[in-house]
């Protein structure tokens, strides 16, 4: 097996045994991403000097003894984390040049591990998108089928850890921009807790929403990468000071006395494309051969959870990007004569269809008038969805299903029908909507081929049971260290 | 609920975003379709319900306010499309 296929647990165990350096490491993923980006195009920017003298600083460390926990490890994260080293586009010609002053916490925490940063990854504009088609740059191609989407937002981080273009990747998920690619591109993706994970540094898209987290080419990496990136951080006001556990010690054979609770509205005729309910239901079995036991739950306000999300979302992120006004950082028309003008022409010339699109709907959703039956309307039914999986949980540890209704589609397919996008991410927004941790775990393929994941989740906090019965899952789904053929 | 061009200009003009005859028409369509979709909510009686501000229980979070080092100017500046090594220039606004 070649060294780049390896899981990022066993690089590390090789690492440890100096059975391979960090620089053959790093030279091994560097020439991997020449063979395949051009046809995949997950990265935006690649740093290959930086990643070089990274990995031999890392090497060094190692034979001081001084090695972090990621020592050695080539990752790349996706674009909208600030970097002080390299671009941060947000996939918007907005940022097209912009070079943050500092990094965002969890890269600082990801260089205080060892770990070696090789690149930023592409991704919808700003965060906005299941397709990442939306991307200002480039868009990227399922390494399962290059006619097929990556999935989004974080495409090119699912696509670049499925194709072996780094061992893992930091992502965002503001309704699903993590576990959907993930479950798309046969890969590892968690959306932890809201609060769990530092967001200083990551370019907000709806804040009450959005959340940091890891995409892996299996459970353990998952794990071990949380353990890095969690915890409170005083930079942050949202993020939690509490302590986090150790998350492999929770990579424990046999889920007896884990209750499993399956939302019957999710399985509803007409909702699962075929081929998805299948593989999910063989998953459900093999959690339950695990020694899980099963329940039937209800999520009476699952119908609703698109429309509250795709105002509250949009509102959040119209007030955000308020910001890019042309001023101190981002695109300018410095055509324009008189200072409104400025600000409209660089916003205008700046962000792409989809953002203004999400704009419009949020200053709509928030105008005067329209506040009360739009805004206030969605946040109070946020509300009743937070309270359906509360009491889901009084009565069961997780919830199972799908995390897309459907395997990837094709490029292009649905890029002129922004509602039945949204529409698709049915699945997944609630778990941001209701600050739930959430996990996207290879299950199966479909009858072409394409990865289908199953979402797990479970109630504030509670990782660890999910990392567990994912582990479960993953050692009897039979599709770990099956890779796509690329070249 | 149905939105019109007008509406769809004026939101634009509040979000200083300028529109073109065809893209303001494209968003109407789009926005419409959106907006009658999420008007499902008003099916709910949410009358005795809170507005949901945060998902896991958190309150006010403060600090000391202390002093801290802050970006240096020439950092600050660097990324302004126009600045004059002081400040981020803007065309004129008070003639």
Redesign the interface.
Known sequence: MSIITITLAEALNRLRNQEVTSVALTEAVLDRITAVDPLIQAYLTLDREGALRQAEQADVARKKGAAGPLCGIPLAVKDNFCTRSLPTTCGSKMLE???A??DATVVTKLRQAGAVLLGKLTMDEFAMGSTNENSAFTIPHNPWNRDFITGGSSGGSAAAVAADECFAALGSDTGGSIRQPASLCGVVGMKP???RVSRYGLVAFAS?LDQVGPLTKDVRDCAILMNVISGHD?LD??S?NRSVPDYTEALQEGLHGVTIGIPQEYFKSGLLDPDVEKVVQEGIAQLKEAGAELVEVSLP?T??C???F??IAPAEA?SNL?RF????????D?D??????????S??GG?GDEV??R???G??AL?AGYYDA?Y?????????I?EDFMKAFTRCDLLVSPVSPTPAWKLGEKIND??AL?LSDILTISAN????PAMSVPCGFSRDGLPIGLQLQAS??NEPVLFKAAFNLEQRAGVTGKKPVIV | MKITKEEVLHVAQLARLDLDIEEAERMTDQLGSILTYVAKLDELDTTQVAVATHTNGQNNVFREDEVHASLPRDQALANSAVQNGEAFVVPRIIG
């Not at chain 1, 006004?325 to 300018?332: I, L, N, P, S, T």
């Not at chain 1, 909507?433 to 739930?436: F, Q, V």
């Open positions: 040049n912009f070079v002053p500092y807790t809201y609060g009450s005083p006001s949202t939690q306000h119908d609703y698109v429309a509250a795709y105002l119209s308020a006004d042309g001023v101190r950082y981002g695109y300018r410095c324009a004569t008189s200072l409104l003008e400025m600000y409209s022409r916003r205008s962000f203004k699109r704009i419009l709907i200053t709509h105008s739009y206030r309307k969605a946040s109070q039914v946020r509300t009743l937070r922004p509602l949204y909507l209701s600050g739930i504030h906090f």
